[in-house]
């Protein structure tokens, strides 16, 4: 009975960790880079970050330095994109942030000012619902943000199990933005604290009356 308890066990916590993924390759253009580079190294393998107090939910465990990371020289309005390592496994929204570094980006452990790029939500269709749910994210830089280093950070906010705590699977890249204007982005949101338990999209039931649904976190800034 004892053995049987346990091998049921270890059967749920292999499912569980099968079921998670990391954004752990970057590209621009067509170029697409080598596992890591130009994007902090998590220390949590792929496992998510639950608490909306913890600093890591900024660039995830292990990711407030990027003094062994490379920055990526882009240009506003260049295309890049985010790639797991296997398809995104937990319904939920994608989220893209930028956060501009005071000095060397390299440095900055993301504890200044955020704001949204882009949001990926479901799609609602005959009552039913889809998330996209892939391997690989493409968007562009702002054209009119101003040059400098930044944070480039994909956040994926897994809602599948309502009632149990939501998870964060979170990456950052760090980039040097080129050729760009003189916006300065708005709204702006601090990290931990952009996210609130309270928040609809964030205590959703995408399996019970499920037919709208909010992005938690500020507005998509756009040029």
Not at 107 to 129: E, L
Not at 180 to 187: L, R, T, V, Y
Request: with cysteine.
């Amino acid at each position: 009975m004892k053995l049987t308890v346990l091998l049921a066990a270890l059967t749920l916590g292999v499912a569980d960790v099968s079921g998670h993924y990391i954004f752990q390759q970057l590209s621009a253009g067509s170029k697409k880079f080598a596992v890591y580079e130009h994007i902090r190294k998590n220390s949590n393998y792929n496992s998510p970050v639950t608490s909306l107090s913890d600093n890591n939910l900024r660039c995830n465990v292990g990711g407030s330095s990027g003094a062994s990371t490379t920055v990526l020289g882009v240009k506003a309005g260049d295309s890049f994109t985010f790639t797991a390592d296997v398809a995104v496994y937990h319904q939920g929204p994608i989220s893209l942030y930028m956060s501009k570094a005071p000095g060397s980006v390299s440095d900055y452990d993301g504890s200044g000012d955020w704001f949204k790029v882009f949001d990926w939500g479901p799609t609602f269709n005959g009552g039913q619902s889809s998330w996209p749910m892939r391997t690989t994210y493409e968007y562009t830089i702002p054209k009119c943000i101003q040059n400098g280093e930044y944070l480039l950070r994909i956040q994926s906010l897994a809602i599948h199990n309502p009632g149990s705590t939501p998870q964060f699977y979170i990456s950052c890249a760090q980039v040097n933005v080129t050729g760009g204007g003189s916006a300065s982005p708005s709204p702006t949101v601090k990290i931990p604290g952009a996210f609130k338990a309270t928040d609809p999209g964030y205590t959703a039931n995408i399996y019970n009356n499920f037919n709208s649904y909010t992005v938690p976190g500020p507005s998509v800034f756009k040029c």
